[in-house]
């Protein structure tokens, strides 16, 4: 239901910016290890360094805490804790990538980020199901081929609203 | 007049509907207790009672809002006739006014949202119909006595749209004291309308097409003016300006033309207005030499007769360099016919290039100097006089909000600057001194910039006067209301929070608290209650305090119900009066045997502690059975802006609210003492306070762990302490509050966040919060021991 409404807040998204077209093969993608993913750009709004994160209580594990952006106070929220994989310790190539959906502006950590490409919709096919683990697959919007290799992309609006759906639902 | 400009009109209107009965409002009902009291009415009241029906009808009517028109005209009539001695204030007439008030308020409503009047038909005939009972059982009952009331238009059509009055009222009011700060503000609202006046005169003449639009607004302003003038008691300038409404209604209705002739005469009349004002602001009463001469002038017009045919004064065209005129004849009229625009503009144009000095007035005037002040005549401004007036101005709200924001951002952008890891450690002469200055000036800013958005508690106060009223007689109880503080002045967000919880209250108290006349003859109190609103500075926050000599809070039918309803477990010996009392704000509590249509229900507590804790305050309720109780809302003074105190927890910081800090020390190994369950207690000074240990609390790894290796502060809210353990203190700092992302939501003892001068984030603590908490675990912890035992 929840994923309905995304779908569709993203669909609307989509028809209000004027040169969605352009924007809307363009995928910026970033390493998690060696896997490499892509995000839309259309709801990227920066990347920046990694900086000072502040710890907050009461958060499932996976969101850091928040960094200061320019007197914005951001919530951080690690990548590779998201998929439940083990943390890494950051260097100077980790990056947060800030994102704004819903007026609402979240950071991902990342360890590396890569470049912005172009992968038309004919490149990219559904995604494929992953045993186990349902609940992650459901970040992927499709896998992409851009010149043999292939580029897991995820959709930024289910990572970050079902976030918060299962943090609600941790917190209860 | 175009779609826009109607519609601030219209929300102009609604505003200051509003105002003026939030105003005379609780006036009507002191006349009432005066009239009962001591058998006669002050006039003053009255009269500003009688103006706000009419002035709000004069608005009514000239934009077609004819219920309200309706409404308003019987109400004046009415009014008339108490205030001319017809017949006296009686109760039922003052329910009426009041019913009155009370439609008025929902048609106000009404155009606000939807722009007209419309609907509400059954309460405006039965108001209507009442009123006019009233007005027709007085003159029946007094034939002929008194002055005649100004006549009433044809009914079934009360005030049809912008009929010019028969009679310019007002003629023989009583001299009445307006306050200074009335005429100021009537003097800098007639500017503004003479201002646009000429403006849109200026404008007709050029551009005669536009005329239809043009007109109409004119025509509004000349009788927004003329009622003005009306309120205040000013009879030259109202006069006049009938006159001119006159012209411009027939102007309106396309009887005449539009002539630069008839133009002319309008701006001079607006010239000699003005003159007027000044001479108002200058403490005089207005007096126009040749307002009979004008209006003479106007009516002619009105009437139709060609300007080309009247006389008109000389000295309508003066150039104004401060020469005094020179007579022309009567034919200089035709002369200026053939140039049409430009003499008149010219003579308006320097009008305004000087800055509404006098044109046109009688230079000449050495031969009569009494009717204009001779000094006008050296170019004062007709302003409002910057010396006695405090001058205001309107500000969009949303301008002040980024104001206020920025301001904010600039204290942290001063932190950042001043406390730069760049400069840590550097001895600095010069950058500290200049540091230190901006941080003053900073501090300046601020002040100003809180200050802002700072307004008194009065209106708010006042608006109790009515409820109380009301309240009062449906309970059948007397009330004395009493006001103490209420020029104490609050952050408007917290005004329009505050108006809600204070009717609750003051319903609670008049319906629960106070007893009925017998049951406090019979407690050997005084058959009166006692209800008194009052507002002062404490500390960092503002009090708002309710107090009412009644019955005061029981104790133990509290407890009852509290079990009742489960939420209290056993007897509640053990819980003090003020965790007890704290009960009747949870939702659906109340003690009330019966659900009367005021209270009962239980909801009002629960609502008042939700709008309170909205705008980050808190409330308390003290009470003695058989005396009284008291609420008390505490509201932090500043939303934004707090003293704050930093602290280090392993590698975090925290930021704890100054004001909430009693005092901190370090621990002797000694005078900690670990209670079997668990939880640690120290002794200060014979008290004993326990031990919340900030690391174990947010999860984070500390530097120390020991009690007496850290730093233990105390800290306090409600009358409860307890003692935080930290590792270091940092610093003292000017905190900026930021709200959490709303992802993150909402987190246990953490009430903030803010940036620190190095970029970094400090969560600030809820000291309330937290310490809560800690007493709820106290208890339940103390009640399973209790049942192991």
Same mark, same amino acid.
């Given at each position: 239901m929840a994923e309905k409404k995304v779908q569709e807040a993203l669909g609307d998204d989509f028809s209000d910016e004027g040169d969605e077209d352009t924007q809307k093969d363009k995928f910026l993608t970033f390493y998690i290890d060696e896997e490499e993913f892509g995000i839309a750009i259309s709801h990227i709004t920066e990347i920046v360094g990694l900086q000072r994160i502040t710890e907050v209580p009461d958060m499932p594990p996976y969101v850091k805490g928040v960094v200061n952006l320019r007197g914005n106070v951001i919530p951080v929220i690690d990548m590779r804790m998201r998929f439940g994989m083990e943390p890494r310790k950051y260097d100077d190539r980790t990056c947060l990538i800030i994102v704004n959906i819903d007026s609402q502006s979240i950071g991902f950590v990342v360890d590396r980020v890569h470049e912005v490409v172009d992968i038309p919709e004919e490149n990219i096919s559904a995604p494929p199901m992953i045993k186990g683990e349902t609940a992650n697959s459901r970040y992927i919007k499709g896998m992409g081929k851009v010149e043999g290799k292939v580029k897991i992309l995820l959709d930024v609006a289910v990572l970050v609203f079902s976030e918060r759906f299962e943090a609600m639902a941790n917190a209860v | 007049m175009g779609d826009q400009e109607l519609l601030e009109i219209l929300q102009l209107i609604v505003v200051e509907g509003n105002e003026m009965i939030d105003e005379v409002e609780p006036q009507l009902i002191a006349l009432q207790q005066e009239e009962d009291a001591a /058998?006669?009415?002050d006039m003053d009241t009255l009269n500003a009672v009688f103006r706000l029906f009419h002035s709000i009808k004069g608005s009514a009517s000239s934009l077609e809002l004819n219920n309200i028109a309706s409404v308003t005209h019987k109400a004046e009539t009415l009014l008339d006739m108490i205030r001319s001695g017809k017949t006296k204030l009686s109760g039922h007439f003052t329910e009426l006014f009041l019913k009155a008030i009370d439609l008025l308020r929902l048609y106000l409503e009404r155009v606000d949202q939807q722009q007209n009047d419309e609907g509400y038909e059954e309460e405006r005939d039965a108001i209507v119909g009442r009123l006019i009972e009233a007005i027709e059982s007085v003159s029946s009952g007094t034939a002929g006595t008194g002055r005649e009331t100004p006549a009433a238009p044809a009914d079934g059509t009360a005030a049809g749209p912008g009929a010019a009055e028969a009679a310019p009222v007002e003629e023989d009011l009583p001299a009445m004291k307006i306050s200074q700060e009335m005429m100021d503000r009537f003097i800098q609202e007639a500017n503004e309308l003479l201002d646009e006046t000429e403006g849109h005169l200026l404008e007709l003449e050029r551009n005669p097409d536009c005329q239809g639009e043009t007109t109409a607004e004119v025509f509004r302003l000349m009788h927004s003016f003329k009622g003005n003038c009306g309120l205040v008691g000013l009879d030259d300038p109202g006069r006049l300006s009938h006159g001119a409404e006159s012209a411009l209604q027939s102007i309106k209705e396309g009887k005449i033309p539009v002539t630069s002739e008839t133009i002319a005469v309008l701006l001079k009349v607006i010239d000699m207005l003005r003159e007027s004002m000044a001479d108002v602001c200058r /403490? /005089? %009463? /207005? %007096?126009?030499?040749e307002h009979e001469e004008f209006g003479k002038i106007l009516e002619r017009i009105a009437a139709g007769e060609s300007t080309a045919d009247l006389q008109l004064p000389g000295n309508l065209f003066n150039v104004d360099d401060g020469i005094s005129s020179v007579p022309y004849a009567g034919t200089m009229a035709k002369e200026i016919v053939p140039t049409p625009g430009k003499k008149a503009v010219g003579n308006t144009d320097s009008a305004s290039a000087d800055s509404g000095s006098n044109s046109g007035i009688p230079a000449e005037s050495d031969s009569d100097p009494s009717g204009v002040d001779a000094k006008s005549q050296e170019s004062s401004k007709p302003q409002p006089c910057a010396s006695s007036a405090r001058s205001a101005i309107r500000v969009d709200l949303d301008k002040l909000d980024v104001l206020i924001n920025l301001v904010g951002e600039l204290v942290i952008a001063q932190a950042m600057v001043v406390s730069n890891p760049d400069v840590r450690? *550097?001895? *600095?002469e010069n950058f500290d001194k200049a540091a230190h200055h901006l941080g003053r000036i900073i501090g300046d800013l601020q002040d100003i910039a809180m200050s802002v958005r700072m307004i008194p508690l009065s209106g708010t106060f006042r608006k109790m006067i009515r409820v109380t009223h009301d309240l009062a007689r449906k309970a059948g109880k007397k009330v004395q209301l009493n006001f103490v503080g209420e020029e104490t002045e609050v952050d408007k967000t917290v005004i329009e929070h505050i108006g809600d919880p204070l009717v609750h209250m003051v319903r609670n108290s008049i319906d629960h608290g106070l007893e009925s006349p017998e049951g406090r003859a019979a407690s050997g109190k005084d058959a009166t209650g006692t209800l008194t609103l009052e507002a002062r500075h404490e500390g960092g926050e503002v009090w708002i305090l309710i107090s009412d000599d009644g019955r005061g809070l029981d104790r133990e039918k509290i407890l009852e119900k509290a079990r009742e309803k489960g939420l209290v477990k056993d007897d509640g010996a053990e819980m003090s009066d003020d965790e007890v009392f704290r009960i009747i704000f949870e939702p659906g509590f109340s003690t009330a045997k019966q659900v009367t249509d005021i209270s009962g229900r239980g909801v009002g507590m629960d609502v008042v502690r939700k709008n309170i804790e909205k705008i980050k305050g808190r409330v308390s309720v003290r009470s003695e059975k058989g005396k009284g109780t008291t609420v008390i809302m505490h509201i932090p003074l500043t939303l934004a802006i707090i003293d704050g105190m930093l602290i280090r927890v392993g590698n975090s910081k925290f930021t704890v609210p100054t004001l909430a800090i009693r005092e901190s020390f370090r621990a002797e190994p000694g005078i900690v003492t670990v209670l079997p369950d668990g939880h640690e207690v120290v002794k200060i000074r014979d008290e004993l306070l326990p031990v919340l240990r900030l690391h174990s609390e947010f999860g984070m790894t500390p530097e120390f762990t020991g009690l007496h290796e850290g730093i233990l502060i105390v800290v306090k809210s409600h009358e409860h302490c307890l003692c935080l353990f930290a590792d270091e203190i940092l610093g003292q700092q000017e905190t900026v509050i930021k709200a959490l992302s709303d992802y993150v939501g909402k987190i246990r003892g953490v009430s903030g966040c803010t940036i620190l001068g190095n970029g970094e984030v400090s969560l600030i603590l809820d000291v309330g919060g937290l310490i809560d908490k800690a007493q709820g675990n106290g208890r339940d912890k103390r009640k399973n021991n209790d049942r192991k035992q």
């Open positions: - | /058998g006669s009415v /403490g /005089g %009463r /207005g %007096r126009i030499k450690g *550097l001895h *600095l």
